[in-house]
């Protein structure tokens, strides 16, 4: 059998329709092919799946901010860098000058103001030449590649980059960084041209989305809080100022660059990628808006879907007997998190006084957080304490940790038959 996403991949792109603009306020990016068309999808595992012009290389543009960001945040802690950059959505266009009245920071990461003062906060006692490079090699790690610089597309930029210079000057003006402006701009002009495919933007998207590890190189880049709070500015502040359309249209956190590139993350299940240099009126790839659009509905996923019910988290319960009395037996099946775990608490508040024991099977049990492995281990010492001996079978570690808090621990068996449980009343 040959799977049929490559395909499918192939058929989204055939059916998107063209329009807009290339980006020419850059002049270098108004000469790359506008036909260009790519589509990238990785897994959590770092399998990849491309279609049309997936080994073409572009610059990454706006799209290495939440990137950068993600280095930021990593190298100086989360509240070091709210001091500096906000995380409320701008309602402006992406190079708007403007700074929040009150605090005097930019209002994210994600407009050109924010991510030039992003930029400045990486290494910020180094060079710009080794900023770029430090920038370079982070940005590599999340793409698993070595990534180089377009030093055209780079030099176009910056002998327009006025208003780039501008937002520098202003948040230089206060207190925003201590650096030299023009080396900013130039380091963040650098930071915008580095080379990508779109295969290499599935890679880095599904990083953020596999909670800071790289799915391909099997190794982490930044810890797991910093990719939620990457992916929460993304999905705010992610596709300039369609950002609310898109997050009820496409439901996917997401960043778009003038290159024409798109990127969305569905925290743990895939990174996506499209590219197509043409440019609606707010600066959005034209062809992967729609491409991503397509994405959303046919493989359902927008992240507010309501995912699965939990009320199917136990599989069977019954009453079985023992050598002292008859044991309440619970097997539980898939996810254990807050709402299936609280499922399984009302069950074990509902069990008679006069039950002798109770034992948790947890054989099927595919995943166990860790406010679920909490939730039960205080459920079972409750128990206990009210008299109950509990039993746990958990022959696949689901929770390697049993210590029911107090020091004790459940009395442990690989099968509830080898607990001695007979028969289900
Ligand atoms: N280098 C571009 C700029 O700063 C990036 C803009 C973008 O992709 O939105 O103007």
Do not use: C
């Given at each position: 059998m040959k799977t049929p996403i490559p395909e499918y991949l192939v058929e989204v792109l055939d059916g998107t329709q063209d329009g807009g603009e290339v980006a020419s306020?850059?002049?270098?990016?108004?000469?790359?092919?506008?036909d260009r068309l790519a589509a990238a999808l990785c897994m959590s595992d770092g399998r990849l799946y491309t279609a049309g012009d997936a080994d073409t290389r572009f610059t990454i543009q706006s799209i290495s901010k939440p990137f950068v960001y993600a280095l930021a945040v990593q190298e100086l802690g989360l509240d070091e860098v709210l001091k500096r950059i906000g995380?409320?959505?701008?309602?402006?266009?992406?190079?708007?000058?403007?700074?929040?009245?009150?605090?005097?920071?930019?209002?994210?990461?994600?407009?050109n103001i924010g991510a030039i003062a992003t930029h400045a906060l990486?290494?910020?006692?180094?060079t710009v030449a080794e900023r770029v490079e430090h920038i370079r090699a982070g940005l590599s790690a999340f793409a698993g590649r070595e990534l180089e610089l377009d030093l055209n597309v780079c030099s176009s930029e910056l002998e327009t980059a006025f208003r780039n210079l501008s937002l520098a000057y202003l948040v230089r003006s206060v207190?925003?960084?201590?650096?030299d402006p023009r080396g900013i701009v130039e380091g963040y002009t650098h930071q915008c041209s580095l080379l990508v495919d779109a295969r290499d933007l599935a890679v880095m998207a599904m990083t953020l989305a596999n909670a800071?590890?790289?799915?391909?190189?099997?190794?982490?880049?930044?810890d797991e809080a910093v990719a939620q709070q990457v992916l929460s500015v993304m999905t705010t502040c992610?596709?300039?100022?369609a950002t609310g359309d898109w997050m009820t249209q496409v439901g996917i956190p997401a960043k778009s660059g003038v290159g024409g590139g798109i990127i969305g993350a569905l925290p743990g299940q895939v990174g996506a990628a499209v590219f197509s240099p043409r440019l609606d009126d707010v600066g959005n790839s034209v062809r992967g808006v729609q491409a991503f659009e397509r994405f959303s509905k046919d493989m359902g996923?927008?992240?507010?879907?309501?995912?699965?019910?939990?009320?199917?988290?136990?599989r069977r319960a019954g009453v079985r007997e023992s050598n002292h009395g008859p044991v309440h037996a619970i097997e539980l099946q898939g996810p254990l998190r807050f709402s299936s775990t609280e499922r399984v608490l009302r069950r074990l508040q509902d069990i008679?006084?006069?039950?002798h024991g109770v034992a948790l099977d947890l054989?099927?049990?595919?995943s166990v957080d860790d406010v679920s492995r909490r939730m039960l281990m205080e459920g079972l010492r409750r128990l206990r304490l009210e008299g109950h001996p509990v039993y746990f079978v958990d022959p696949k570690s689901?929770?390697?940790?049993?210590?029911?808090?107090?020091?004790s621990y459940p009395t442990e068996a690989e099968s509830l038959d080898e607990l001695g449980l007979t028969g289900l009343a």
């Open positions: 306020y850059i002049p270098e990016l108004a000469r790359v092919n506008p995380v409320e959505p701008s309602g402006e266009t992406f190079n708007s000058a403007s700074l929040d009245p009150h605090t005097q920071r930019p209002d994210n990461p994600m407009v990486v290494r910020p006692d180094a207190g925003g960084f201590e650096q800071g590890i790289n799915p391909v190189a099997k190794e982490r880049v930044v992610g596709m300039y100022d996923m927008h992240l507010l879907k309501a995912p699965p019910l939990s009320r199917d988290v136990v008679p006084e006069d039950t054989t099927r049990v595919s689901a929770i390697p940790d049993r210590d029911l808090g107090d020091g």
